[in-house]
């Protein structure tokens, strides 16, 4: 079962981690999320897992996936929450760059062209992995139907999801947290 309260004090205790950083999406921060703290760790992944099936309810989709490695082990235990639950449900890794042998493609797993899928990622700023992996997946003849994320930093993301009308949905955002959003260098891009 999906507990919220116990997620919170897992990312403040694991994964919430004070200093300069700079991120990702290349905009500095006093503050990191080291989401693989929680998602390579046995309750964090459960739990994860069961938020964004819970969140996922209302769409109908037959994938999750999202770019390799961040949301591989999120889509291991989705799948596995899934099967607990008689859900069928298949997962897809985005590749950075395409395979240098064999098929050379940037997705893997048994999804295949028409397919309706959700784009997940751990962190999400200003969604850039993501759109990525959106990207990628609509390439492959994929339909996003929607992106979730664990947390929001309140960095553009949802605006950057928006602006390309992909619903998005985090399980918690940085406020959730106890820590305020980094105004964007860049007008939340």
């Known amino acids: 079962m999906y507990d919220r309260a116990r997620l919170i004090e897992l990312f403040r205790e694991r994964a919430l981690k004070f200093g300069d950083f700079t991120l990702a999406s290349g905009q500095k921060s006093t503050y990191y999320l080291d989401g693989k703290q929680i998602t390579l760790h046995s309750l964090g992944l459960r739990l994860v897992s069961e938020g964004l099936l819970g969140l996922l309810d209302r769409y109908e989709f037959s994938a999750v996936g999202g770019m390799s490695i961040g949301a591989d082990p999120i889509i291991g235990g989705m799948l596995t929450v899934a099967a607990e639950k008689n859900r069928k449900l298949d997962g897809f890794l985005v590749r950075k760059e395409s395979k ?13 062209p028409g397919d309706k899928v959700v784009v997940i990622d751990d962190v999400v700023t200003t969604g850039g992995s993501s759109l990525l992996a959106v990207d990628r ?5 994929c339909e996003v139907v929607c992106v979730v994320g664990i947390v929001d930093r309140l960095q553009g993301g949802a605006e950057n999801f928006a602006a390309r009308n992909l619903p998005f949905h985090p399980l918690l955002t940085v406020r959730d947290l106890g820590v305020e959003p980094i105004p964007t260098e860049s007008g939340g891009s």
């Not at 997946?137 to 003849?141: C, N, S, V």
Request: aromatic share 12%; no cysteine; glycine share 22%.
């Open 100 to 112: 240098g042998h064999g098929t050379q493609k940037y997705i893997e797993g048994p999804v295949k």
């Open 137 to 141: 997946a609509q390439d492959f003849g």
